[in-house]
């Protein structure tokens, strides 16, 4: 009987697909792995355009689509492994590291890193540990890198009401090649029908306002049903879809057409 496993792949720029991350090389990489050694592959699961270090501390919970959905459904498909390309494509910072593998020790299931071969979640070898680990902080000094490189021309952006990046919020779509946001009418509707409950039933519960909105047939930008944490993010937008842009200290009246 074959091994049980899913795939994950993520990136989160477009420099990432320039640098050979791209979501189809991931899938061909992960796609021959299981080939090469013999496991099923169940699914794979996908996140585009979002960070590796992304995640809600007040929640907990990390914010990506494509991950939470490959977390909750661990459980029911019995899955042995995670095979991804590297340890990078599932996390970036510490805290998401902690929240990932605390579910997957959850469900008994572990990591398998196509670029680290020697990787587990549950490694006690000392030098597995230390090449594990020297790999990781080398991948968080690249981020950090990075991330100087590009912190100047946000923060520039940012004080002028300008969107500096990030994932997007609902109701609202990034061309490519444009410096704003434009309103997307459909996701719009759904903002705003997400403020007006909260206004009519001001004592509902976050799960109430999900449960109504599925009722009346609102769906997410994947097409699914609304979920607590979902509603939660849009409502903790609200100083955004009123036209005001903050990026880390930064705030000001930003460019993009108010929703509500």
């Known amino acids: 009987m074959k091994t049980r496993v899913v795939g994950y792949v993520r990136v989160s720029t477009q420099g990432q697909v320039k640098d050979g991350y791209s979501l189809a090389y991931q899938v061909e990489e992960i796609q021959r792995f299981c080939a090469r050694h013999n496991l099923e592959l169940l699914d794979i699961y996908k996140d585009e355009g979002i960070s590796g270090a992304k995640v809600d501390e007040d929640e907990l919970t990390i914010e990506r689509e494509g991950l939470q959905e490959m977390l909750s459904d661990l459980k029911w498909r019995d899955v042995k492994y995670i095979v991804v390309l590297n340890t990078s494509r599932l996390w970036r910072a510490d805290m998401v ?24 979640i549950y490694a006690h070898d000392p030098n597995d540990f230390l090449v594990n680990g020297m790999m990781e902080l080398l991948d968080q000094y690249q981020r950090l890198e990075i991330a100087l490189k590009l912190s100047r021309g946000r923060r520039k952006k940012a004080q002028q009401g300008g969107y500096a990046g990030g994932r997007v919020a609902l109701g609202y779509k990034a061309t490519k090649g444009q410096k704003t946001l434009s309103v997307d009418p459909v996701q719009a509707q759904t903002v705003r029908r997400v403020f007006e409950l909260k206004e009519q039933h001001p004592m509902w519960s976050l799960a109430q306002i999900a449960a109504e909105l599925n009722q009346q047939g609102f769906k997410t930008v994947q097409g699914k049903p609304f979920s607590k944490v979902q509603v939660k993010r849009i409502l903790d937008r609200e100083d955004f879809y009123r036209g005001i842009y903050r990026y880390g200290q930064i705030e000001a009246k930003g460019v993009h057409q108010p929703i509500i």
């Open 97 to 120: 590291k902690v929240l990932i593998q605390r579910e997957l020790k959850r469900h008994q299931a572990d990591v398998k890193a196509i670029e680290q071969p020697n990787y587990s």
